[in-house]
């Protein structure tokens, strides 16, 4: 052991903390997502789309988050009453949600790369509304949804 490191022990532990947290890092996120599958959503139900995209943010039992970021709840939520209004914001975003309309997006935020048809947004809405505790049983059509591009 030369002189240095030996009046300077904290640089071999500060060099053994580097290297631990790099090593642990390659193990911080798993590659086998189940949830977020972006390119196998083409025959999915309302289901299987809130399972892969939208529980990430809104949670599995859809009451929302708040700490590093606040996602609002789609259970027992007054803004659930209106379709249209769920359409408007899947098709448009909204405050940090992107848009997940077809040609949307800039690309610069999270998820802006996933994009659903007016069918699988319809069929979404149409979950959401119909569990989690929600009672609103109208529906929307494919055609509602394609009307409301903007």
């Not at 988050?65 to 996602?71: R, S």
């Not at 610069?108 to 979404?124: C, G, N, P």
């Amino acid at each position: 052991m030369n002189n240095m490191t030996a009046k300077r022990p904290w640089v071999r532990v500060l060099c053994g903390t580097v290297l631990l947290c790099c090593a642990t890092s390659l193990y911080a996120q798993s590659s086998d997502n189940k949830y977020y599958t972006p390119g196998n959503l083409g025959s999915a139900n309302g289901e299987a789309i809130f399972q892969s995209i939208c529980q990430g943010c809104h949670m599995h039992d859809a009451k929302g988050a708040q700490g590093a970021g606040t996602y609002p709840a789609l259970t027992g939520n007054p803004r659930l009453i209106s379709p249209q209004y769920m359409a408007a914001v899947i098709l448009n975003g909204r405050r940090d949600m992107p848009s997940f309309a077809m040609g949307g997006g800039d690309g610069d935020r999270f998820l802006d790369d996933t994009k659903l048809t007016d069918a699988q947004i319809a069929e979404v809405i149409n979950y959401v509304r119909t569990h989690f505790g929600n009672p609103y049983t109208d529906r929307i059509g494919t055609a509602e949804v394609a009307s409301m591009h903007r």
